[in-house]
């Protein structure tokens, strides 16, 4: 089996993809750099680990959906799954540096969306950690496979504001809610009924009456 190490050395927004997604750029390095890598299907689980890094009040405060008050933090911020990413490497000889494309979701109902939406600037530690096959020729350039064992990791700090750019780009002043079919139904029945044009309308119209009923 080659020794391969992975390491993250940088991301951007990929544009006009199908949906708004980030090229993080890994290199991927074989310790036999004399004998060629054929290829490799990689597979990539992302982590946040939402616990290395300090929070402003702003951050903390839009963040209490997710890890409940401040106070408990020291037992609620925990690392969390962000998603999985896949990327087959071409064929290489040393070392070679690919982009793996992260599909990035704007849906407040995901976790990751949440926590991205809430920071206000610095950066987001990522823990990524890969596994997949090798293709490789043997010492009778006969075709070999190996697996790749999820202790292959690497550790990346993702500026906050890349996410921030590739959602503005993507959904310009804009937000995604999902929402329960029936609730949906009765903000349509709603809409329609006012004969309103637009759901921002609708929701515009219901807000002082939901801000009444909380305070």
Not at 17 to 42: D, G, M, N, Q, R
Not at 144 to 168: H, N, T, Y
Request: neutral net charge; aromatic residues 12%.
């Amino acid at each position: 089996m080659r020794d391969l190490t992975f390491a993250v050395e940088g991301a951007q927004v990929v544009p006009f993809a199908a949906v708004p997604t980030l090229a993080f750029h890994l290199h991927v390095k074989s310790a036999a750099s004399s004998a060629p890598i054929e290829s490799i299907a990689l597979r990539c689980q992302i982590q946040i680990e939402a616990q290395r890094r300090h929070y402003e009040p702003l951050e903390k405060q839009a963040l209490r959906d997710l890890f409940g008050e401040p106070e408990r933090w020291s037992q609620t911020l925990r690392p969390f799954l962000w998603t999985h990413a896949n990327v087959t490497v071409p064929q290489f000889s040393g070392s070679i540096l690919v982009d793996l494309p992260v599909a990035c979701s704007f849906d407040f109902n995901v976790a990751a969306t949440k926590y991205f939406h809430a920071l206000e600037a610095e950066e987001v530690p990522l823990l990524l950690q890969f596994s997949g096959t090798v293709f490789f020729a043997g010492p009778d350039n006969a075709m070999q496979v190996a697996q790749i064992g999820w202790d292959k990791e690497s550790r990346f700090r993702l500026p906050a504001k890349v996410w921030r750019e590739m959602m503005d780009s993507y959904y310009p002043n804009s937000a995604w809610l999902r929402l329960r079919r029936d609730v949906f139904d009765r903000l349509q029945e709603y809409k329609r009924s006012k004969g309103l044009a637009t759901w921002e309308q609708a929701i515009d119209e219901l807000l002082p009456a939901a801000r009444k009923a909380v305070s």
